[in-house]
């Protein structure tokens, strides 16, 4: 290692970044080295970009679904200004304000004032809680708040929530966290729920607002940044897995192609492969993962929801989204179901049949789909528990970066995380750079 410590100056002089991978992460730190004029060539392994975030074709329809339902807080500031940004600012999204609407009736609105007063008097407000539920949450907000939301040990939502209601934690909490961190509260990790409920419930009104792409994922960000960084000279290789990393005192090679630095933007499970050569550089640990499930449900064009996105409460289906008012796809909702769970142990068709009766009661849509899809993601995010170990994006070799949603972050497996990654691994190569 000692000998590879000393990085080519001529090499520094002239730097050609290699991205592994064309997910959020790559493509964050492609866009951001793009911008100050670093030469990158993006290597990814699918025909599409976007990764665990990306367009899916299917034959029912003429435009692309995702292949799994996102939402985004107005505090995932990185990788909205990315988006501003490939999007020459016309923001491709719904910024909408914070409000939650439930099945059973229970209505978040947050009001337009200052954070964190929008939350406490949304909270105050909030139809569907009772009134001592109302005090518990907002006593909650206010504890932690004293504490900059910092705790001293980790330990799991179920045992912050400890004192809550557990009516409460039911039409509340579980399923704030279940959206957030993808996992149960059994298991999360409340550091990282707390993170999330400072940042976008505290800080200014626009983080708690909920924003929606209007685009699929792949257009909505990944793609544009492919021709963000095309017309800056940038290479893009698709359907491209790279198999071989080697690395000399001339920087690396990447199957065969010469580059200064390497930014190995690949998810956790598949980065150990790449560097298994690699003795110098630390494998990522084995994480546990949880799945997010999206049923797609194509109704006729006028049935529409109430709002953008709805709640529900005591079925297997937790979040329904009108991809009507946020994709013009007309009639067509997705249904998502987060983390692991008894769900998991029907088949497509049950599922989907079941998601539609329950929709069918609650909502009042028809009995009956036009067509329905499912798509399971089995390794959606990784199971973020307490005291998770995530590695920093900088190595121990200088010219290797991790960028992922699984580094180092405040955040739980999100796209905000994975583009903060992005942009920081390629901060870490410009300031390397001599001037
Ligand atoms: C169904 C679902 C719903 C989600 N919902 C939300 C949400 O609502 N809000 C939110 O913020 N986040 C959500 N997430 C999480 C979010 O999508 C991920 O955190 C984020 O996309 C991770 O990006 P990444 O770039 O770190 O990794 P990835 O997206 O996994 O990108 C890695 C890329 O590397 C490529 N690759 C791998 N090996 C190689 C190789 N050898 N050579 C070349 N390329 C390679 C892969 O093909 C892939 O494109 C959701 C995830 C899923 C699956």
Not at 268 to 279: K, R, S
Not at 334 to 358: D, M, N, P, R, Y
Not at 365 to 378: D, L, R, S
Not at 382 to 400: E, K, S, Y
């Amino acid at each position: 290692m000692d000998s590879l410590a000393h990085v080519d100056k001529k090499l520094m002089q002239t730097p050609h970044v290699a991205i592994i991978g064309g997910g959020y992460a790559g493509m964050a730190a492609a866009v951001t080295l793009a911008q100050h004029g670093v030469a990158v060539t993006v290597y990814e392994a699918g025909k599409a970009l976007g990764g665990r975030a990306r367009a899916v074709e299917i034959a029912q329809l003429s435009t692309p679904v995702d292949n799994g339902q996102h939402l985004l807080l107005g505090a995932y500031q990185t990788t909205l200004a990315l988006v501003n940004i490939v999007h020459d600012g016309n923001a491709p999204y719904l910024r909408l304000p914070l409000t939650l609407y439930t099945s059973n009736g229970a209505q978040l609105q947050a009001p337009a004032l200052p954070a964190p007063l929008n939350t406490l008097i949304a909270l105050l407000r909030a139809r569907g809680l009772s009134k001592t539920e109302r005090g518990y949450a907002i006593q909650f907000m206010l504890r932690h708040r004293l504490t900059q939301f910092r705790l001293q040990h980790d330990i799991s939502v179920a045992q912050l929530l400890g004192t809550q209601p557990s009516t409460l934690i039911t039409k509340l909490w579980e399923p704030l966290c279940l959206a957030a961190l993808n996992t149960p509260i059994e298991h999360a990790s409340a550091q990282v729920f707390l993170n999330v409920l400072r940042d976008s419930l505290t800080r200014h009104q626009q983080d708690s607002n909920l924003i929606m792409p209007i685009m699929d994922l792949s257009q909505f960000f990944p793609q544009m940044a492919a021709n963000y960084i095309q017309q800056r000279n940038g290479q893009l290789i698709t359907s491209h897995r790279v198999k071989q990393l080697n690395r000399g005192t001339q920087g690396w090679t990447v199957d065969g192609h010469h580059h200064s630095h390497v930014i190995c933007a690949v998810a956790a499970h598949q980065v150990n492969t790449l560097i298994a050569d690699l003795p110098h550089i630390q494998p990522v640990p084995d994480y546990q993962y949880e799945p997010i499930i999206t049923i797609y449900l194509q109704y006729a064009t006028d049935v529409r929801l109430t709002h953008a996105m709805i709640g529900l409460n005591h079925t297997i289906a937790q979040w329904v989204f009108d991809r009507g008012i946020s994709h013009q796809q007309h009639g067509l909702l997705a249904v998502v179901i987060s983390a692991s769970g008894a769900h998991e142990a029907l088949t497509h068709a049950q599922l989907a049949q079941q998601v539609t009766a329950e929709l069918h009661q609650h909502l009042s849509t028809p009995a009956q789909t036009i067509w329905q899809q499912v798509i399971a993601e089995k390794r959606a995010t990784f199971a973020c528990t307490p005291n998770l170990t995530r590695p920093a994006q900088a190595t121990n070799d200088p010219v290797f970066f991790l960028a992922g949603d699984y580094t180092a972050s405040d955040y739980p497996a999100t796209l905000e995380a994975a583009t903060q990654s992005g942009v920081k691994c390629a901060h870490l190569i410009i300031e390397s750079l001599p001037e």
